[in-house]
T-cell receptor, first 118, second 110 residues
């Protein structure tokens, strides 16, 4: 299957600073990428849908000015957590969408980035 | 959006088959049924998807009820590496978005 990478895998930052997380599709071009957040023992929550060359679409309740998403190329999307606070500590996961035959889409997920804000 | 109901947890023994059920009674006629799984501290992994007919791949089989209101993911011989949370996710009106529910946590006993 297709490979999606994330960098960094873990990051610790101080409260008030910004952190950038990269998501790359390594062997295919992804016109659409998705960003999720997952708190301990909870399910994944979709934060936003990112389309190459256009503004991201954020889910209800997700602050677009706090979670900046850039999808500048078909293989790279970035999520920047601005002015991070301890409550932003979470597991951030990206995925890239590819056709899986017919009209069904298959999403390929990255390994996740563990963010800890102190 | 179609809602799903899955058992919170299930247990299986190694080498035995596992049937993971999912109810999606509000699914629309054109929504695919996707299954993903997530191992601890990893991103989810695609397992299988289908529309109406039963589907097989190297990982699993998907049995879809004739009325499409439920489906069952079948792992033919569970291994310890199959221990994960399994998510049944109907597509959302043709959208690529995946809305994750709580899933079923599968424990495989040696």
């Amino acid at each position: 299957g297709a490979v999606v990478s994330q960098h960094p895998s873990r990051v610790i930052c101080k409260s008030g600073t910004s952190v950038k997380i990269e998501c790359r599709s390594l062997d295919f071009q992804a016109t659409t990428m998705f960003w999720y957040r997952q708190f301990p023992k909870k399910s994944l929550m979709l934060m936003a849908t990112s389309n190459e060359g256009s503004k991201a679409t954020y889910e209800q309740g997700v602050e677009k000015d706090k979670f900046l998403i850039n999808h500048a190329s078909l293989t790279l999307s970035t999520l920047t957590v601005t002015s991070a606070h301890p409550e932003d500590s979470s597991f951030y996961i990206c995925s890239a969408s590819g056709l899986a035959g017919g009209k069904g889409y298959e999403q390929y997920f990255g390994p996740g980035t563990r963010l800890t804000v102190t | 959006d179609a809602k799903t109901t899955q058992p919170n947890s299930m247990e299986s023994n190694e080498e035995e088959p596992v049937h993971l059920p999912c109810n999606h009674s509000t699914i629309s006629g054109t929504d695919y049924i996707h299954w993903y799984r997530q191992l601890p501290s990893q991103g989810p992994e695609y397992v299988i998807h289908g529309l109406t007919s039963n589907v097989n791949n190297r990982m699993a089989s998907l049995a879809i009820a004739e009325d499409r209101k439920s489906s069952t993911l079948i792992l033919h011989r569970a291994t310890l590496r199959d221990a994960a949370v399994y998510y049944c996710i109907p597509s959302q009106g043709g959208s690529e978005k995946l809305v994750f529910g709580k899933g079923t946590k599968l424990t495989v006993n040696p």
